[in-house]
C-alpha cells in the first residue's frame, strides 16, 4: 500500500489537469480520490467543475449535491450548482442555489450576476435589477452587467433606463451586437420618429456585426 498515492496528492493532481484545461484527465484523479473517499468534498466539487467545463452540465447537477451533502457550508458547491442549472434554465432552481450561496458568503460578488440572470429568466425583473446593481457597485465597468441590466428594465417597462444601460454597455463593449440591436428597437418602439436615424444607425451596426434578426427591422422601417 505504501506505494499508492494520497488523497490529497491525487486532488493536487486533478487540479493540476484543471489548471491545464484537460477536463477528462482531472474527472479520472478525482474520481480515484472517490473510490477512497467518497465524501471528499473538494474532490467532488472539482469533479462538477470539471463536468461544467465539458458542459456535461446536467452530470455535474448530481455531483454538486454530493460535494454540498459532503461540505454543506461552503458557498462553492451551491453556486457552482447554480451555475450548472442556470446553464440548463432551471431558474428557480438556480435562484435557490444562489440564495445559498449568497447567505454563506455574502463577499462573493459572482453571484450577484449569475442570480440576476436567473431572475432575468423568471421575469422577476425588479429582483434582477437589484442584483445587477450590487455587482455594479463592487465593479462598474462591466458591459455585459450593463446590458442585462437593460434587459430587465425593458421587462420593467422603463425604455428610458433600458436605453441609458444598453448605451453604457455599448461605450464599454462596442462589439455586443446584442445591445445595438436592442437599444436600436427600443428607441424605435419607444420613441419613434424622433430617435429614428439613430435607432437605424444602431440596427445597422448591429447587423454589421453579424446580428441577422436586424435585417427586418431595417428593412421594414429604415430604407
Known sequence: MGCSPSEEELVQAGIQQMDAQNWKEAVSYFDRVLEI?????????????ALFQEEKFQEAIPVFTAAIDADSASYKAWFNRGNANLKLENFKNAVSDYNMATVLDPSQTDIYYNRGLALLGLEEYEDALL??????????????????????????????????????????????????????????????????????????????????????????FCE
Not at 455587482?135 to 428594465?153: D, M, S, Y
Open 131 to 220: 442584483d445587477f446593481d450590487q455587482a455594479l457597485q463592487v465593479e462598474p465597468n462591466q458591459a455585459l452587467v450593463h446590458f442585462n441590466r437593460g434587459k430587465a428594465q425593458l421587462g420593467n417597462n422603463d425604455p428610458g433606463g433600458a436605453m441609458q444601460s444598453l448605451t453604457e454597455a455599448i461605450n464599454l463593449d462596442g462589439k455586443n451586437a446584442a445591445a445595438f440591436y436592442l437599444l436600436g428597437v427600443t428607441r424605435m418602439s419607444a420613441l419613434g420618429d424622433a430617435e429614428k436615424e439613430e435607432g437605424c444607425a444602431d440596427l445597422k451596426m448591429a447587423l454589421q456585426l453579424g446580428y441577422t434578426e436586424a435585417k427586418t427591422w431595417i428593412d421594414d
Open 37 to 49: 473517499n467518497p465524501a471528499n468534498g473538494t474532490a467532488l466539487n472539482a469533479k462538477g467543475a
